[in-house]
């Protein structure tokens, strides 16, 4: 009794320090929590965000279901693709899986039956079965993990392509980062949350397969070895334990989508850092983004600290739901047979019995974890929704602003000083502007020059450009010169009127800071060619090397060691000579018109003469943005915009005045 009585103070000793670790941990998180959403709402004005189309609920309805089912049909194309072979090599290593299962129970059996009846000859005899299959049932499970591993690269391979086929389709990725504000961070999107989507899918996949096959399997054995009863009530509390798991879970499904929402921004504003880096530091608000970043960060802290507190909560209940309950359910299942005087068990011998009941309850030990197993899935799949919500948002705002559709914040209705509403002409609707392809003229009928969001630069604009006019385009910042040369672009949708204009390949934009891609010297004259493209285009080495000439970098070849020369082109070239790659890659590609924003700032006047020369003797028409008098003399018209929604466009005469220094 003494002895007993030690051990029974050693277990209250033990659960009041549980008990009082529990309090604890309790309380550190709730303080940890309150601190973070109070800094939290002290700097809650740093981050600007994009705003959501709506906050729709996630959880597992026909909804979730509908989007699961879309996606899938993207990464299994048909039943012969080979995403779907890999499901069933998945499906057929299970398969082994659980019979291999199943004989290791039947030969564990035999093995403790040998050794209990000293029967050497059987145990060495099952023994060496062991030793055998050991190398078989190794393959088996590695054979699943490599077709798991493979199946969720490929259904990554599948969606990254489509959802990029999309992306990459006319201007939509300009305009999903531009003109549209439902994504925030579309590369977030379409990198993390597609891999995890992925995975979860593949895992799931195995998770819910495995259990239900095991259910299944052991379910027919026991049935035939302590009948139908036992199974029967386990499936019941499989049922109601489902149910009542999946209840509980369905805010899991929201804090997955926040958590990647977070993450993303967090992402976003480390970049934006990375991208500003020089500007930040000539400012020395390096202690400004410190509070910015570290903003977003305890933003995201804050989040997942509320998801792992939800996890635990949900991990205590899973734990004794999916795992010990059903134990003790099946406990109370594997011993009905054994204590009922009228089944056949009763009659038999206590060696009899006692292999029965390792087998029987081996099996039915087998059985409720696989049921806990597909219990546990419920989590999983409650966070392949929140997944499964973004991926779709995606793919639906893609396929949106590929038909010409987007949504964004407009500007409210303008009113004038006295607060009075000022009436439009024509209504403010993106893409009621009709566009007409023709060869060697641009000409505006009419057309409003409003940005995305509804701001009316010029209310009605029109003039015609043909070619051999080029045109000096002037004006305070503001005023609309580069909204009308997006407008001119089909970066930004028309409100209104008639644009004619040549075909996309035939208008060329070169702006101040030219993009240098990456790749060799060659790709960087004839981008976006490709040089398969180049030479199919009749284009030759010598002739890219006559362009470098023109622009007065020849010694660029020579000193980086040919056009083959790979190099980090944006710090190895300096301004000038990346402004002077942007014409040879103009001159390379000789469109019909071309629009130059400030792209010879950097460059010298006399250098830039002989470029301007080079594009009248070629027949490039060119309009121009510049505040250099000296491009004046290039030019016979101009179009001059005031900055409070008038503009001229005129002949350059002797009584023009010149704008600029």
Request: charged residues 20%.
């Amino acid at each position: 009794m003494g002895s007993l009585s030690k051990l029974l103070k050693k277990q209250d000793a033990l659960l009041v320090i549980g008990a009082a670790a529990s309090v604890c941990s309790w309380i550190l998180l709730s303080r940890s929590s309150k601190k973070s959403r109070q800094k939290m709402k002290e700097m809650q004005y740093v981050i600007n965000q994009k705003q959501s189309g709506g906050s729709e609920k996630i959880r597992l309805d026909g909804r979730f279901f509908a989007q699961l089912k879309h996606l899938l049909g993207v990464v299994i194309p048909s039943p012969f693709s080979c995403e779907f072979g890999f499901l069933v090599l998945v499906a057929a290593t299970l398969v082994s899986r659980s019979m291999c299962d199943i004989w290791i129970i039947q030969n564990s059996t035999a093995i403790e039956s040998a050794i209990i009846g000293a029967n050497y000859e059987l145990f060495r005899k099952n023994l060496g079965r062991f030793l055998t299959a050991m190398p078989i049932m190794s393959v088996v499970n590695n054979l699943l993990k490599y077709g798991l591993d493979e199946l969720k690269l490929r259904f990554r391979t599948r969606l990254t392509n489509y959802l990029y086929e999309q992306y990459f389709k006319g201007f939509t990725y300009y305009k999903i980062n531009n003109l549209d504000n439902r994504i925030a961070n579309p590369d977030q999107l379409l990198t993390a949350d597609v891999d995890k989507f992925c995975s979860s899918v593949a895992d799931l996949y195995s998770n819910i397969s495995k259990p239900l096959l095991d259910i299944v399997i052991y379910v027919q054995r026991l049935t035939a070895a302590i009948g139908a009863q036992g199974p029967g009530l386990m499936i019941l509390y499989l049922i109601m334990s489902g149910m009542f798991l999946t209840y509980l879970r369905r805010p899991a499904g929201k804090l997955t989508a926040a958590e990647q929402k977070l993450e993303g921004e967090f992402r976003y504003v480390n970049s934006r850092v990375i991208t500003n880096s020089e500007e930040i530091a000539f400012y020395q608000g390096n202690i400004k983004e410190k509070l910015t970043t570290l903003s977003a960060f305890d933003k995201l802290v804050d989040h997942l600290r509320k998801f792992l507190q939800f996890r635990f909560s949900m991990g205590f209940i899973d734990n004794v739901v999916a795992k010990y309950v059903a134990l003790v359910v099946g406990f109370i299942t594997v011993s009905i047979p054994f204590f009922s005087p009228t089944h056949p068990l009763a009659k038999q011998p206590t060696s009899k019995r006692l292999e029965d009941y390792y087998k029987s309850g081996r099996m039915l030990v087998k059985l409720a974890e696989a049921i806990g197993r597909l219990v546990l899935a419920g989590r999983e799949m409650t966070r392949l929704a929140g997944y499964t919500a973004r991926v779709t948002e995606l793919s639906k705002v893609l396929k949106e602003l590929n038909a010409g559709k987007y949504q964004r914040t407009m500007v409210s209705d303008a009113t004038d000083v006295a607060g009075n509403k000022i009436s439009r002409k024509i209504p403010l609707i993106p893409g009621s502007g009709k566009m007409i392809t023709q060869d060697r003229i641009i000409k505006f009928e009419h057309v409003p020059l409003v940005t995305p969001n509804g701001d009316v630069l010029i209310e009605d604009m029109s003039f015609e450009v043909h070619s051999g006019m080029n045109v000096l385009v002037c004006g305070p910042n503001g005023c609309g010169k580069s909204s009308l040369f997006r407008i001119l672009g089909e970066l930004w949708p028309i409100f209104g009127g008639t644009l004619t204009k040549p075909e996309k390949g035939k208008l060329f934009y070169i702006p101040q800071r030219p993009y240098m891609t990456l790749g060799t010297l060659r790709d960087q004259i004839i981008y976006p060619h490709t040089e398969s493209l180049m030479r199919h285009c009749g284009k030759k080495d010598a002739d890219l090397i006559h362009f470098l000439n023109c622009v007065e970098l020849g010694y660029i070849a020579e000193r980086e060691g040919g056009l083959d020369a790979v190099a980090d082109w944006m710090d190895v070239l300096s301004g000038g000579e990346k402004q002077r790659i942007a014409m040879a890659r103009l001159f390379y590609h000789c469109p019909q018109f071309a629009i130059l924003d400030e792209c010879t700032s950097a460059v010298s006047v006399d250098v830039e003469g002989k470029l301007y020369a080079y594009c009248r003797d070629v027949g490039i028409t060119l309009f121009t943005v510049s505040h250099r008098k000296s491009l004046w003399v290039h030019h016979e018209f101009c179009l001059h915009m005031d900055g409070r929604g008038s503009y001229e466009f005129k002949k350059i005469d002797g009584d023009t005045i010149e704008f600029g220094s």
